[in-house]
């Protein structure tokens, strides 16, 4: 499977910096700017704290950029489970924002879902393989960890049963002999 870098949200983006600075009022804030030090780079919204600043530069990255591994891994069976009506009649820019935003929407949905069931003791490898899954998939997932994660069998979920056979998540081990 492809590497996929796993990204930090709780960290600026890659080339982006987080400051303290004043604002118009003489008040602490601090804002988030992209490019070189100094003033030479884009500078973006201020906030109250670093972590708002944080999520600001957030999201001003997933406005211009695409999300990892999208068009190398994922792009598939990501295309192949979206309805996008509202792209119909739509300019190339407006299809290219539209398609981003369900891009993001969809990694950090299974972004979210890797740190939940590895924060219940999950160790199988999950990243980037959840990034193939699809939606029902990952509802079947987030489901079982509401219900409270259960080990046994006949709770665990189908897709997470493929993503922890040996021999690979695409592999019917039942028909090659070993299950």
Known sequence: ??????????????GYR?????????????WW???PQGDQ???????ADA???TACA???YKAETDPPGMYELWYGVFAANIAPPYLEGAGALEREVAIR??????????????????DEGMQIPLWPALLTRTDDDCAACESWLKRGPSWAADDFPTVLKALARPCGPHC????NGHD
């Open 172 to 175: 019917d081990c039942e028909a």
């Open 33 to 35: 700017m992209r490019g």
């Open 1 to 14: 499977m492809a590497d996929v870098v796993r990204l930090d949200f709780t960290q600026p983006p890659s």
């Open 58 to 60: 957030w999201a001003h």
């Open 41 to 47: 780079g884009h500078r973006g919204d201020i906030a």
């Open 18 to 30: 987080i400051g303290p600075g004043v604002d118009d009022a003489g008040a602490g804030c601090f």
């Open 51 to 53: 972590a708002k600043a």
């Open 101 to 118: 935003a369900a891009g993001w929407t969809w990694h950090d949905r299974r972004h979210a879902l890797v740190k939940a069931l590895e």
